[in-house]
């Protein structure tokens, strides 16, 4: 089975800043896709940013771009430019491309708090 | 286009009783997954469904079930309620046309229902 790993509880910092959440995930598989979610006091759940194993080039999207180092297993994502309205829990999420025989939603890792400052 | 709504938003039951939920799926999608959160486990993958069939679920008791009618709404249920049970469930839809092609399809979640059981 997959596992996440998001080392980081809770992370601060100052607006216009940026920021990196850092996330670890195991896995025997060679292809899957990993996922950033955000998700604000509303709870509802929002995808940032995706990443196909099999691609090497970083995705990126606006001020979220992600470093995926796929030997490491890691996935960190970077926020540029810092705004109030990226505070937040970031969820790294893993999914595998095979379907079917047993749990085949998306792995989530337990989360990191982001924090703005002002 | 309408997002995936939950109803309720809002339940509290006691101990021993049962619940049921529902998810309005985006039109014209049709492949629907559940996520319980809680404090403690964070997010865990319930059950996916896709054309009104169970394609995959997750490690629950068989207290937890779910079912998909043909305009893609879907139920979860929850019998012989636990304490344990309090938790944001949340919804979350598919355009996915293939299941062999799952991962490729972004899941797009809904607000939740907070189920908090006394």
């Known amino acids: 089975a997959q596992t996440v790993t998001q080392s980081q509880p809770e992370m601060s910092v100052q607006e216009a800043e940026t920021v990196t959440l850092s996330c670890t995930y195991d896995?025997?598989?060679?292809?899957?896709?990993l996922f950033w979610y955000k998700q604000p006091p509303s709870r509802q759940m929002i995808l940032v940013i995706r990443?196909?194993?099999?691609?090497?080039q970083n995705a990126t999207e606006n001020r979220f771009s992600v470093n995926f180092q796929k030997a490491a297993k890691s996935f960190s994502l970077k926020i540029s430019d810092s705004q109030l309205g990226d505070a937040a829990m970031y969820f790294c999420?893993?999914?595998?491309?095979?379907?079917?025989?047993?749990?085949?939603?998306?792995?989530f890792g337990k989360g990191t708090h982001l924090i703005i400052q002002p | 286009k309408a997002g995936v709504t939950q109803t309720p938003r809002y339940l509290i039951k006691t101990r021993g009783q049962q619940v049921t939920l529902s998810c309005s799926p985006i039109?014209?999608?049709?492949?629907v997954s559940w996520y319980q959160q809680t404090p403690g486990q964070g997010l865990q993958f319930l059950f996916e469904?896709?054309?009104?069939?169970?394609?995959n679920k997750g490690n629950f008791p068989g207290r937890f079930s779910g079912r998909q009618f043909s305009n893609s709404r879907s139920e979860m249920n929850v019998s012989t309620l636990e304490l344990g049970d309090s938790a944001l469930y949340l919804c979350?839809?598919?355009?996915?046309?293939?299941?062999?092609?799952?991962?490729?399809?972004?899941?797009?979640f809904g607000p939740g229902t907070r189920l908090t059981v006394t």
């Open positions: 979350a839809s598919s355009s996915m046309k293939d299941p062999g092609l799952a991962v490729h399809y972004e899941q797009y």
């Open positions: 896995t025997s598989e060679s292809d899957y896709y």
């Open positions: 990443q196909e194993a099999y691609k090497q």
């Open positions: 999420a893993y999914r595998s491309p095979f379907s079917g025989g047993g749990a085949d939603g998306l792995t």
């Open positions: 039109s014209g999608h049709r492949s």
């Open positions: 469904y896709f054309s009104e069939t169970q394609r």
